[in-house]
T-cell receptor, first 112, second 113 residues
Framework: EAQVTQNPRYLITVTGKKLTVTCSQN?????MSWYRQDPGLGLRQIYY???????DKGDVPEGYKVSRKEKRNFPLILESPSPNQTSLYFCASGRKSNQPQHFGDGTRLSIL | QKEVEQDPGPLSVPEGAIVSLNCTYS??????FMWYRQYSRKGPELLMY????GNKEDGRFTAQVDKSSKYISLFIRDSQPSDSATYLCAFLNYGGSQGNLIFGKGTKLSVKP
């Protein structure tokens, strides 16, 4: 089954404790991205990757890092999480950057 | 003027009704138009994708794009309780080099049996 898999689905942690949210897709897509979804603000792009070893900032990149060492994986790293990063996070992938993106089921992060 | 405007609802209709969902946009560079459906505790799921003005039909769903008016619509015929979800319009710039989908805030739809 074609899918985008995120882990963990839920995480409660404390300020400053580094965390990684993993994302994996099995569709051989070149393009991958991370979004956060907040009430009243909708979905906003954090980082994206056009292909292996090619990443760039989206609209709200502050406080986040990413890497793309393999085509299928695109982890999101919060090196020093803060409460304003409490949000619902989605990973997405697409064949190319101008093709529709397919989303994972989300990771709900709570930073205390 | 906001880049994308979408009525948040909520919209409540009886089963079998025809549903009309709409978005307006201001960015002339938008060339790809999508509708996503998002169930509670799930990720957005692609429903419709088009890059031209006019209508595109898929089963009970019809997407309509009017580039001259900067207006897109999604029609759902014979609505079912399983259609109860939040519907998000989404847009991509011409070329889409960043692939940054610009989303509306979503319309919450409830279809009552």
């Amino acid at each position: 089954e074609a899918q985008v898999t995120q882990n963990p689905r839920y995480l409660i942690t404390v300020t400053g404790k580094k965390l990684t949210v993993t994302c994996s897709q099995n569709m051989n897509h070149e393009y991958m991205s991370w979004y956060r979804q907040d009430p009243g603000l909708g979905l906003r792009q954090i980082y994206y990757s056009m292909n292996v070893e090619v990443t760039d900032k989206g609209d709200v990149p502050e406080g986040y890092k990413v890497s793309r060492k393999e085509k299928r994986n695109f982890p999101l790293i919060l090196e020093s999480p803060s409460p304003n990063q409490t949000s619902l996070y989605f990973c997405a992938s697409g064949r190319k950057s101008n093709q529709p993106q397919h989303f994972g089921d989300g990771t709900r992060l709570s930073i205390l | 003027q906001k880049e994308v405007e979408q009525d948040p609802g909520p919209l409540s209709v009886p089963e079998g009704a025809i549903v009309s969902l709409n978005c307006t946009y201001s960015n002339s560079a938008f060339q790809y138009f999508m509708w996503y459906r998002q169930y509670s505790r799930k990720g957005p799921e692609l429903l419709m994708y088009t890059y031209s003005s006019g209508n595109k039909e898929d089963g009970r769903f019809t997407a309509q794009v009017d580039k001259s008016s900067k207006y897109i619509s999604l029609f759902i015929r014979d609505s079912q309780p399983s259609d109860s979800a939040t519907y998000l319009c989404a847009f991509l710039n011409y070329g889409g080099s960043q692939g940054n989908l610009i989303f509306g805030k979503g319309t919450k739809l409830s279809v009552k049996p």
